[in-house]
């Protein structure tokens, strides 16, 4: 189960007027853990920066000098994301625009990104979960107490690292299904701590009596009365 939380920056919102992508950020996770197995690169997208998008992620043409073009960097890049579910938040936009450089390249090899991978959007998710609400990554950090004071500008690597905390948190906040067990030195799982003691006291069981009972089931003829569905529970 290896998903990748990953994130863009482009120099503009519109790939097909021309804006590239600048920045990749990504993490990964194996079995809701982060692994440390980060991928981050800075791409030279061969056009200026408009200054009013530098002013979000701080990322200027001085700083881009110099630093490989995709062409350069799409075979390392595609062989750590194939395989993996692409966990993004608004991800049209991310896989539009890797989609976009993938096509302008003179022997594209690799196709569409949907070809590798699989996509989750955390947008999507979001908006089902909180329907009505504003669904940013900052207003969900806020609505899910995950700490993002570190991020005074966009960048591709923080955000994807923050994405990976509210995705955890939207889906559970569990990192991994097996709590309490660990691994031995050969790989396998120690489930000695899940094993409960045939010493200790029997549980005691309460049963209802005949009064709770009738009012029970006189709730529950009410309730159908009022739905018009036959309860049974």
Not at 5 to 19: A, R
Not at 33 to 52: A, D, G
């Amino acid at each position: 189960m290896r998903q990748i939380i990953l994130d863009t920056e482009t120099t503009g919102v519109e790939p097909q007027n021309g804006d590239r992508i600048i920045e990749i950020g990504a993490v990964e996770m194996i079995k809701r853990r982060l692994t440390h197995n980060n991928y981050h690169q800075y791409i030279q997208p061969e056009r200026e920066v408009p200054q009013e998008v530098i002013e979000v992620h701080g990322i200027t043409n001085e700083f881009l000098v110099g630093k490989p073009v995709f062409a350069q960097v799409v075979d390392e890049f595609m062989e750590y994301v194939s395989g993996a579910e692409l966990i993004i938040h608004n991800a049209p936009f991310d896989v539009g625009f890797i989609n976009n450089e993938l096509s302008l390249l003179p022997d594209n090899k690799w196709g569409r990104l949907e070809d590798h991978c699989t996509i989750t959007d955390t947008l999507k998710m979001a908006r089902k979960m909180y329907p009505g609400q504003r669904n940013s990554l900052d207003a969900l950090c806020k609505r899910l107490m995950v700490d993002n004071s570190n991020r005074t500008l966009h960048g591709a690597l923080l955000d994807s690292e923050i994405l990976a905390d509210v995705y955890l948190n939207m889906t559970g906040g569990q990192t991994n299904l097996m709590l309490g067990a660990e691994e031995n030195e050969g790989g396998e799982r120690d489930a000695s701590a899940h094993k409960i003691s045939r010493d200790r006291l029997p549980l005691k069981v309460l049963y209802a009596s005949d009064d709770e009972l009738g009012r029970h089931q006189a709730k529950l003829e009410e309730i159908t009365k009022k739905s018009g569905v036959e309860l049974n529970w």
